[in-house]
């Protein structure tokens, strides 16, 4: 078996290599081997020939700013001869770039997102202590903003296809950072080579110092230690200072790849045919926004206004024909809906639902506003899975570390607190409250579940059941004071009688 990747073990030149991202391309088509049906045959292996594609290409087409449009080798600018100097000039033509990338990983992203993260332990029996502990581990995960990391982890794997979830303890207080490409940070992740679980994950950065110098840096973490790495003027990897404990059992770092690239890669190949038809569409009716003027004849005396546009045309020829070149009829109409098919298909290549139009004052019904937005919600589920074990280690990580920061750690090793995504719809907050209230009330959902589905949803606190059973619990201690009172008043009163 191959050695488990450790500090020391590794090089910087080892630790810093990593799966290209790459996108399969058409091969040549050619007829495959000819198969005798008699015989036994070996399927030939083949090769799948792919383009490599880097982090800074997904940054630059999430950006408008970079995208292929802009490029003049992609779309050159129309040449032609100055008569009066002699010289080749350029023509600018016009380009137009759309963000269909931020509202594809916006959509994608709430989708997901929408709803806060659910929790649940999972244990052999319902306790007091299990519902303490969740209790407290949902005040910690508020208290340090996990919501906020996972929400940056997501948009960085949106868009860079990859990222990386640290989870730190700093004299004893839990802490986290979110590392990503779009913010600066190269990651070099490395696994076990039988469980597949992350054992080391390098960090490669660059820090500007007091004298505007950039140096190089690499922080190397693995099952044990922090270490870093200082780049020279030489060029060579020197350690900075010794290795730390991180005080964790694991690897304290979650990682996720998206090995097919940023959500939008399947719409991206349209996005640019899109944004090159839309500028070839905005350059033509460019030509026809001022009407051009034509004259047929001889002898033509044009008399222009101070401004130089013609005021009266005068000419001799009784032939002579002035008039206005229009534009051919309905060309623009079917411009329009080529453009509005390819958008449509950019949407739906990426499981991104456009926003339906609603008449004002419709009532629609939740099963209606579903299905509008299904192929969001179906695209949400399946992304749920993929993250699943992510999440999971997220919340692994954390437990460990807001345990010992509060002193728990003995409780919390005890029990396993699993967290889920629910995808978000939009749906009428009525119809939540509604439903919980007639699933309990029909006794087929108990009211602690309901308690928990009401607070994933955005109602109530962490520890709303345990504020319903302390409610409960003085309530009946009140009553029973009450009722204590009233024998204790009808002894003394026979007594008085007496």
């Known amino acids: 078996m191959r050695p488990i990747p450790e500090i020391g073990q590794m090089t910087p030149e080892q630790i810093m290599r990593k799966q290209p991202f790459h996108i399969p391309i058409p091969p040549n088509f050619t007829w495959g081997p000819i198969v005798n049906n008699a015989k036994i045959s070996v399927v030939p292996l083949q090769d799948i020939k792919s383009v490599v594609r880097s982090q800074a290409d997904f940054v630059c087409e999430y950006n408008v700013t970079s995208h292929l449009i802009n490029s003049i080798k992609y779309y050159p600018n129309s040449v032609f001869i100055n008569q009066t100097e002699g010289k080749y000039q350029a023509k600018v033509r016009s380009r137009i770039a759309i963000g269909f990338q931020e509202r594809i990983k916006t959509k994608r992203k709430t989708a997901l997102l929408g709803n ?68 600066g940070d190269i990651l070099y992740p490395h696994f076990h080579p039988i469980t597949g679980e992350i054992v080391l994950l390098g960090r490669k950065y660059w820090v500007e110092d007091w004298n505007g110098d950039k140096k190089c840096y690499l922080d190397v973490i693995d099952r044990t230690n922090f270490a870093t790495y200082v780049q020279n003027d030489v060029g060579t990897w020197e350690l900075e200072g010794k290795p730390e404990p991180h005080g964790f059992p694991m690897c304290p770092v979650a990682y996720h790849r998206r090995n097919l690239g940023p959500v939008w890669a399947s719409s991206q190949p349209l996005i640019d045919g899109y944004e090159l038809a839309i500028s070839q569409f905005a350059e033509n009716n460019a030509a026809y926004a ?126 396993i607190i699993k967290p889920y995504l629910s995808p978000y719809v939009f749906m009428s907050e009525s119809d939540i409250v509604n439903a919980l209230v007639q699933l309990t009330a029909a006794g087929v959902l108990s009211r602690q579940t309901a308690t928990e589905i009401a607070y ?18 003085d309530q009946l201690v009140a009553d029973q004071q009450v009722q204590n009172g009233t024998k204790n008043n009808t002894v003394n009163q026979s007594r008085t009688n007496a």
């Open 116 to 183: 806060n993260i659910g929790m649940k332990v999972i244990s052999n029996r319902s306790n007091y202590k299990a519902d303490d502990i969740l209790s407290r581990y949902r005040e910690g995960w508020e208290e340090h903003n996990l919501e906020i990391a996972i929400d940056n982890a997501f948009d960085s794997d949106y868009i860079t296809a990859d990222c990386a979830v640290y989870i730190y303890l700093d004299n004893q207080k839990t802490g986290w950072r979110v590392f990503s490409y779009k913010d």
């Open 290 to 415: 001022l009407r051009i003027l034509y004259t047929l004849g001889g002898d033509m005396e044009v008399l222009s206004n101070t401004d130089g546009t013609p005021a009266r045309i005068d000419s001799s020829d009784s032939n002579a024909k002035v008039g206005f070149l229009e534009p051919a009829e309905g060309a623009d109409g079917a411009f329009a809906k080529q453009l509005e098919i390819m958008e449509k298909n950019i949407m739906r290549g990426s499981f991104a639902v456009e926003t339906p139009e609603l008449k004002s004052g419709s009532d629609t019904s939740s099963l209606t506003v579903k299905m509008l937005f299904a192929d969001s919600f179906t695209k949400a589920l399946e992304d749920s899975q993929e993250y699943q074990p992510f999440l999971d280690r997220v919340a692994t990580l954390f437990r460990h570390a807001y345990s010992v920061e509060i002193g728990k750690a003995s409780d919390f090793e005890q029990f």
């Open 456 to 473: 994933d949803t955005g109602y109530g606190t962490a520890e709303e059941w345990s504020r319903i059973l302390q409610e409960a619990h």
